[in-house]
């Protein structure tokens, strides 16, 4: 049973009607074919048939750890992250943001996550919040650095996971540079240009994970 947003997006959204076939999926990596019974603007019942094979998922799990700009612009942000594959998005904490997002607007990431999976085919959602994984390759994107992101990744095709740090607009203060070097993160160059926070955190997720799925290398 559909309701709420799911049962809009399926009756007054995508017009679906009773007897259409559409795939589910539960958020964890599992898709069905489903029918639907019975449809209303209210609530869509389905039958669900046979398991089909989801999207493959990043070899090496990588999560986006972001200091969020406000507004549409960290929307934005959860949407692509979710479309190219991250793992985990976690709002970033530093010195110089601009924003501690709260359960409102966890809840609503929450919602954005799930229509941009839907859109982009992903059964699995991205984890929002909690703590960074273990044993993690972390990369910080900084416009001073001088190594590009798709040359350092190549050291972490083994590792179990991946991090990819994303700054305020401020810039990372020294305290945080200071952490990032002890806990042996590498600082990578995104380009020759001063990246907005929401272009950075799409642009360099999109390098990291094709550069640890085997792509080219990206500078």
């Known amino acids: 049973m559909l309701r709420g947003d799911e049962a809009h997006r399926v009756a007054s959204v995508w017009r679906l009607r009773a007897g259409a076939t559409l795939h589910v999926f539960d958020g964890a990596g599992s898709e069905r074919r489903a029918s639907i019974e019975q449809i209303t603007r ?3 019942t389905l039958r669900l048939h046979e398991a089909v094979e989801a999207l493959a998922e990043c070899r090496v799990p990588v999560t986006l750890a972001c200091a969020f ?21 976690v709002p970033l904490e530093a010195e110089r943001a601009v924003l501690a997002p709260g359960d409102g607007r966890l809840e609503r990431w929450r919602r954005i996550a799930v229509e941009a999976a839907e859109q982009c085919g992903r059964a699995t959602l991205p984890v929002l919040g909690g703590a960074l994984p273990e044993d993690a390759c972390g990369f910080v994107a900084d416009p001073a650095a001088a190594l590009p992101l798709g040359e350092a990744a190549a050291d972490a095709h083994d590792s179990p996971a991946a991090v990819l740090y994303v700054g305020p ?7 945080e540079r200071a952490r990032f070097r002890a806990d042996g ?7 020759l240009r001063t990246l ?14 094709e550069a640890l799925e085997g792509g080219s290398p990206a500078s």
Do not use: C, M, N, Y
Not at 69 to 89: C, H, S, Y
Not at 185 to 191: E, K, P, Y
Not at 200 to 205: E, N, P, Q
């Open 42 to 44: 209210a609530e869509v």
């Open 69 to 89: 700009p406000r507004g549409q612009r960290g929307d934005w942000v959860v949407e692509k992250a979710t479309e190219l594959g991250a793992a985990q998005i």
């Open 169 to 175: 607009e401020g810039g990372w203060s020294d305290q």
């Open 185 to 191: 993160a590498r600082f990578v160059s995104l380009g």
């Open 196 to 209: 907005r926070v929401e272009t950075a955190a799409v642009a360099g997720l999109a390098r990291l994970i």
